[in-house]
Structure formats: C-alpha cells, structure tokens
C-alpha cells in the first residue's frame, strides 16, 4: 500500500532554531506539493514541483521558507529562523502530472515556542 | 474564477441515520471535484472523485456523491452513520494543479 511519509511527525522548537521537514512522495509520483493547517487559515499551499522543479511557491514567505527536491524520493521544507506564527500542522501531498488527485502523508505538527 | 461553498460548518446526526454534507461549486468549466476526509488529528484521505465519467460517485466507507451541473451541486451522502465518520470533511475543486478548498464541515455523530 504506496503512501506518503513525512518526518518528524511532531516538532517542537524554540523561536529562531532551523526547522527541517521530510517528505517522501509515493514511488512513480512526479508531483508534490507542500500544504499548511492552521484553525485560523484552513489549508493553505505553499509550494509545488514537478519533475523535482519548483513551479509555483507564491504562497511561501520567501525570507525564512524555502523548498526543495534533492532528488526524486525527497522533498524537503525548511523554516530559518522559525516564528511562533509558524506553528501549524505541514502536510506533503503527492500526485501524477496529468491526474489531478493528491495523495497527503500523515503531516508534521510544528510547535514553535 | 473558480470557488468552493460548503454550507454547513457542523453537521450533527444520530448513529444510523443518513448523513448529507452540502457543496457548491463555481467554476468557468467542467471541472474535477473531490471530497477528502480529515479524523481527528490525522492527515487528509481521498473519499471519492468526480471526473465526468458518471455522475454519481461511490467513495470509500459507504459514502458517495451526486454531480448536479444544473445546480453546481456536489453533495456527499451516507445512507446510515457509524460512529467512525466523525471527522471533518472537505470539499474540493481542481483547477490545473490546484486545489481549491472548502471550509470543511465537522460531521457530529451522536450515540
């Protein structure tokens, strides 16, 4: 049963460390994209690949967000220096180009405190 | 431009009867349409798709949804509740590679 895996599920941090988070797409998947939970907000994208090429981060801050793909089987977010504001639960979702459904991992809850 | 209304923020219904979640959609075009569920501090799990093939969609868990074009409906349904679907649902639109969301509904099951 393919799924999408992210680590760390739960993170807590201290105002201003470097938050690292991990996604795995599902093998065979071309497509991810990195989501943000919060009440107040709902689910908000911040950033999608293809082919491991970013193609839109419009929703990302840009001076403390950044996302990449090292290679095929890892996507990566990172936060430097993280915020209390930051604090959310981050969701990696995966897809094939051409079909539009998304698959979610599990999500990383990140406290910032 | 393409948009997502769910109409109830809370849905309570009694163990063993029928669910209905209420969604409206907007868009320029035929578009792709999903409803994806969400139990409690868990991630977010595909129940059913539409993609013109049929407009009635049978989902996982005993759900399914009717496409109404006329009335930009795409409403879910569940002929009996179990205690297990409480869990916020969310209704989607796919515009290119994005996914327009809904507000969701919290769905209240009571013994």
């Known amino acids: 049963d393919a799924r999408v895996t992210q680590t760390p599920r739960h993170k807590v941090t201290e105002m201003g460390q470097e938050v690292t988070m991990r996604c795995q797409p599902i093998?065979?998947?071309?497509?991810v994209f990195w989501y943000r939970q919060t009440m107040m907000q709902g689910l908000e994208l911040l950033a999608y690949f293809r082919n491991r090429a970013p193609l839109d981060d419009s929703g990302m801050p840009k001076d403390r967000f950044s996302a990449e793909m090292p290679d095929a089987t890892l996507a990566t977010l990172k936060i430097q220096p993280s915020e209390p504001r930051d604090s959310a639960v981050y969701f990696c979702a995966s897809g094939r180009s051409g079909a539009d459904t998304q698959y979610f991992g599990p999500g990383t809850r990140l406290t910032v405190l | 431009a393409q948009s997502v209304t769910q109409l109830d923020s809370h849905v309570s219904v009694s163990e063993g009867t029928p669910v209905l979640l209420r969604c409206n959609y907007s868009s320029s075009y035929s578009p792709s349409l999903f409803w994806y569920v969400q139990h409690p501090n868990k991630g977010l799990q595909l129940l059913l798709k539409y993609t013109s093939a049929a407009t009635l969609v049978k989902g996982i868990n005993g759900f399914e949804a009717e496409f109404k074009k006329s009335e930009t409906s795409f409403h879910l349904t569940k002929p009996s509740a179990h205690m297990s679907d409480a869990a916020e649902y969310f209704c989607v639109v796919s515009v290119d590679y994005q996914l327009i969301w809904g507000a969701g509904t919290k769905l209240i099951i009571k013994p």
């Open positions: 093998l065979g998947h071309n497509t």
